[in-house]
């Protein structure tokens, strides 16, 4: 893989426009051969956690192909197990939607608007001798269904009459039994080698309040059920969902063929994205964000989209890195490191260049003039010139970082020491002159000197020294908070369970570091919310949220070292 195009600007496709996938190839050819006269997706997320990357996946791909084909994309809450759902979900899910720049229009849609058809429609297959009320209990129904090597055994309620299923399945519906005492499930065939296919359940009876229909209804359809007959009805052509819905594809079929025969939804099945170095699956996000392991659902380092808007990842970056991991049909495990290259290379373009302290020490140029303070030209981004140049003030007091001196150099230490010289960025050259410590033998504050001929455009500014480092002038800095990231596991695989160890134990103690006492260039006393900067050797940084007049909070988006792209090169 280039690190420099995606495949469109590689000119691999066809069509330059269209993406590169086998579900784009399939919607082609169903588009030439008429099979579908426009192409209609939706993305189902059911409102039980925030969305994640994973979903953001999915997202670029129902949206991205409805939009490159002309056609449409419908957002549907797939809310049919009322226990778990909340409005909370619901709204994060529309933000988060559209912060990645798509757009549902008037197309929302909840699987709660169908409760009625597919009760109706269940009463349709009753009548036609395609459904039955039974009344076993789920221990049972698990063991009449037999295993993938043995066929299973009809339930003893299978043959109950049309009548008879009926009038229960109504009572059902009325409440009039308790919890989970019955269900209505399909009548289609307990040999057969799929177990999607024997006599899968459709209706489960649960008093739960859900938060569209509240109580108005005690039973509630199952997935495999509603699903294909949401799409049926939202005239969906092409439902695309992950590789584990394979199996149930023949069920998908039969509900269409059984209910809403003559609709046009076809299943199809991609690689889910997974991730090493994080968790992806609802339940376990829950679980960090309720057992207070993060700061909640938007906690810079979880991988939810909003705790990634939060950390300073822009759309473009997501939407980018989506393209790249590309549509697969097997499984496979993608380096968080690419997803640190994508934020990487459109900041690169976008962010301007400042200077930040983040572990200050106190300069006093003594051979410069007191109370003088002269403001430097610097540009602020070298990738990208109309982005233009802004006044830095430079004084008798800097701050420069504690780790940039060494009393006692190791080798190829080229920063500063004393009787060292260093160039500071857009400024002058300066040289140590003398340290000054506390009773303790703390280094407190240097003593240097500045050479005024090494300006920029000054009679020795061509002079050279191995070092440059960058600075802050203590009357103009801005105090800051800044917070830096690790990853939140020490171990690639933390969903793994084949240690038998909950996957919380391998948290990173380490994985957030907040440092109080930062100093930034006074360029960043307007800076807003999400505004994004690239601190000069440290990395790409976005004002969080936490943030007051006065009292800026910074969290580094991702370092400077692109540990990926090496990697791409060496495999050159
Ligand atoms: P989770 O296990 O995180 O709860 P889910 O599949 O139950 O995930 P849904 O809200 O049902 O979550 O997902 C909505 C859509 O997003 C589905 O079509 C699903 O296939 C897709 N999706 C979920 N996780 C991923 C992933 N890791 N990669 C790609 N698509 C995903
Ligand atoms: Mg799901």
Same mark, same amino acid.
């Given at each position: ?20 996938? %086998?579900?784009? *190839?399939? /919607? #082609? ?5 008429? @099979? ?6 939706? %993305? ?22 409805? @939009? ?31 912060? !990645? ?15 009625? *058809? ?42 109950? #009459? ?21 269900? !209505? ?30 109580? @108005? ?15 049926? @009805? ?20 039969? %509900? /269409? ?27 376990? !996000? ?18 939810? /989209? ?13 939407? $980018? ?13 993608? $380096? ?48 990208? #010139? ?51 410590? *506390? ?48 990853? !939140? ?84």
């Amino acid at each position: 893989m280039t690190t420099a195009g995606t495949p469109d600007e590689a000119g691999l496709g066809a069509n330059r426009d269209l993406p590169v996938n %086998f579900i784009q *190839d399939i /919607i #082609s050819n169903d588009l030439k051969t008429g @099979k579908v006269r426009s192409i209609h997706t939706r %993305f189902p997320p059911e409102p039980n956690g925030y969305l994640h990357i994973g979903h953001a996946k999915s997202i670029c791909l129902n949206f991205g192909l409805a @939009k490159a084909n002309n056609g449409l994309c419908n957002l549907r809450f797939d809310d049919t197990n009322p226990s778990k759902e909340e409005t909370e979900f619901v709204e994060s899910i529309m933000r988060d939607v559209r912060w !990645l720049g798509f757009d549902w229009d008037d197309r929302l849609y909840y699987a709660s608007d169908y409760f009625q *058809d597919c009760y109706d429609w269940a009463v349709q297959l009753i009548k036609e001798g395609k459904a039955y009320v039974c009344d076993l209990s789920a221990e049972e129904i698990r063991a009449y269904r037999g295993t993938l090597t043995e066929p299973g055994k009809d339930s003893p309620y299978r043959n109950r #009459s049309i009548e008879e299923n009926l009038d229960l399945f109504e009572r059902m519906k009325n409440g009039e039994f308790p919890d989970g005492s019955r269900v !209505l499930r399909a009548k289609i065939d307990m040999a057969s080698p799929n177990m999607n296919m024997r006599d899968p359940v459709l209706y489960r009876i649960m008093r739960a309040t859900h938060h569209r229909t509240g109580d @108005k209804w005690c039973i509630y359809p199952m997935y495999d059920y509603s699903h294909p007959l949401g799409d049926a @009805k939202e005239n969906i052509t092409h439902s695309v969902c992950t590789l584990e819905f394979a199996d149930h594809r023949p069920l998908y079929d039969w %509900f /269409i063929e059984n209910v809403r025969p003559g609709s046009e939804p076809h299943q199809y099945e991609f690689a889910r994205l997974n991730l090493n170095y994080t968790v992806m699956s609802k339940r376990k !996000l829950r679980r960090l964000v309720e057992e207070g392991f993060v700061n909640g659902w938007d906690d810079p380092r979880m991988p939810t /989209i909003s705790g990634l808007r939060r950390r300073g990842y822009t759309p473009e970056s997501i939407r $980018d890195f989506c393209e790249r991991i590309g549509v697969a049909k097997r499984d496979s495990v993608v $380096d968080i490191g690419l997803l640190e290259h994508c934020i990487r290379e459109d900041l690169n373009k976008k962010a301007q260049r400042v200077m930040a302290v983040l572990k200050p020490l106190k300069i006093v140029l003594t051979n410069y003039p007191e109370n003088q303070v002269e403001w430097l030209e610097i540009e602020n981004n070298p990738e990208n #010139s109309a982005a233009g140049s802004r006044k830095v003030p430079f004084g008798r007091e800097l701050y420069i970082e504690q780790d940039d001196f060494m009393e006692v150099p190791v080798k190829k230490f080229f920063r500063l020491f004393p009787g060292g010289e260093v160039r500071l960025k857009g400024a002058f050259i300066i040289k140590c002159e003398k340290v000054a410590k *506390d009773a303790e033998g703390n280094i407190v504050q240097l003593y240097c000197t500045y050479d005024p001929d090494t300006r920029s455009g000054g009679p020795a500014s061509g002079r050279k020294v191995k070092g440059t480092l960058h600075w802050v002038e203590a009357s103009h800095a801005i105090p800051a908070e800044v917070r830096l990231y690790e990853k !939140l596991f020490l171990v690639e695989d933390p969903d793994s369970d084949e240690d038998g160890t909950d996957f919380v134990t391998k948290i990173n103690p380490n994985s957030l570091q907040v440092l109080n006492n930062c100093l930034v260039e006074p360029e960043l006393a307007e800076a807003q919310v999400e505004d994004r900067f690239q601190f000069l050797r440290h990395g790409y940084f976005s004002v969080d949220p936490d943030s007051k007049p006065g009292a800026l909070v910074f969290n580094r988006i991702v370092s400077l070292r692109d540990s990926w792209a090496k990697i791409q090169k060496t495999a050159q």
